[in-house]
């Protein structure tokens, strides 16, 4: 009787070996997806730009000597478009040194996902 | 090598058989353990596109986006759109203004799917993905709504999504899902001082949803450690001084 040729062996055991392998990278293309959608949420839902906005605004208001009716208008326009809440404290001339004067400023922004604290000193030359 | 008894049609035989018995193996078992794999898939690719359903609606709503357009694609089971007027489930909110209880009834409507050959329910439901079980009493939030207390200013937010539709809309296949926010929200704004907040949720009675929301009002998304449960179906929260809701009306054209 012929003896089987089983000089071909390494061929199929390749096979099972590429088999394994495109297993493996079917799972990390299955993942990607979910990586990618939570990784875009995250960067979709960061409020950077309505922070900024709000900062920018709130230290405006400071340098014209914080008027209180703006910061309310401020605080129900940003719950009404941006759905956050919002709180700002501007006290003129909290801290004093020889040269400057300083309003501090606390900023406040929650919306949910984010949640942003901020005090800061905004300096006035004195008149001498 | 001696050969005798050696037979080649006894060799075949075996062969043979071990092929037929592989081939009935694959047939009796492995078969259907792929067509439940099939529909484990399914329902996994639905959970993602609720959530991608959710986010579309998450523009249209925090970010004043008018209308939103998504191809999907719904297999092993069928998408249903259900208005908010035939909704039976149902969020309550009370808030104590003093001498009297303030209340707010809201029906959302929902987005549900039901998997055919499977078990699962997954919906849309008032801003959060939730899935069920047929047949089982428990749930799951997949994905929770953005309600939230600021500790700091007292304020506690509720946003509300209801859908609309106006007519029966159902999907089963490849489809495009159209929805539009065209109206502005209703906000109730109220502002008492300190006060007591009480939630609560009636579920659909066919599919119930209340161990999911439960849970999310236990856990710590809204406030860290959780609203009260005194057991009467409501979770209440103290020390209140801002409540706003905001209800938003998203209209499904099409489906």
């Known amino acids: ?128 | 090598m001696d050969e005798r008894a050696v037979s080649e049609s006894i060799g075949f035989i075996i062969i043979f058989s071990i092929v037929v018995a592989g081939i009935g193996l694959v047939s009796l078992y492995g078969y259907p353990m792929l067509l439940q794999h099939q529909i484990g898939a399914d329902e996994r690719t639905m959970e993602q596109t609720m959530i991608t359903i959710q986010n579309d609606i998450k523009l249209l709503t925090y970010s004043n986006v008018p209308y939103k357009d998504t191809a999907l694609r719904v297999s092993g089971g069928a998408l249903t759109v259900y208005d908010m007027a035939d909704s039976h489930q149902e969020f309550e909110f009370k808030c104590w203004n003093g001498t009297d209880w303030e209340e707010l009834h809201f029906s959302p409507g929902e987005l549900r799917y039901v998997s055919d050959q499977g078990t699962a329910i997954i919906s849309f439901e008032n801003g959060a993905v939730v899935k069920r079980q047929q047949d089982a009493s428990g749930s799951v939030m997949l994905a929770e709504p953005r309600w939230f207390y600021d500790n700091r200013t007292k304020t506690l937010v509720i946003f509300q999504m209801g859908l609309a539709a106006d007519r029966d809309l159902s999907l089963n296949g490849i489809g495009n899902l159209q929805m539009s926010r065209l109206n502005e929200p209703d906000v109730y704004e109220l502002s008492y001082g300190p006060t007591e907040v009480k939630v609560k949720y009636t579920p659909d009675g066919s599919n119930d949803y209340s161990q999911a929301w439960h849970n999310y009002f236990k856990g710590s998304s809204i406030i860290p450690g959780g609203l009260d449960d005194p057991g009467d179906g409501y979770y209440v929260i103290d020390g209140v001084s801002r409540v706003i809701v905001k209800q938003y009306n998203i209209t499904v054209t099409n489906i």
């Open chain 1, 1 to 128: 009787m012929e003896r089987l040729n089983d000089e071909g062996q390494w061929i199929v055991l390749m096979g099972f070996m590429v088999c394994v392998g495109i297993f493996f990278l079917a799972v990390i293309i299955a993942q990607s997806t979910v990586v990618g959608q939570t990784t875009s949420e995250g960067v979709l839902e960061f409020p950077k730009n309505d922070i900024q906005d709000l900062r920018s605004e709130v230290i405006e208001i400071a340098k014209r000597g914080g008027t209180s009716s703006l910061k309310a208008d401020l605080k129900t326009l940003s719950m009404a478009r941006k759905n956050a809440v919002v709180e700002c404290s501007i006290t003129p001339g909290a801290v004093n040194d020889s040269y400057y004067e300083y309003t501090r400023i606390i900023l406040h922004f929650n919306n949910g996902v984010t949640e942003f604290d901020e005090t800061f000193l905004l300096s006035r030359p004195k008149t001498p």
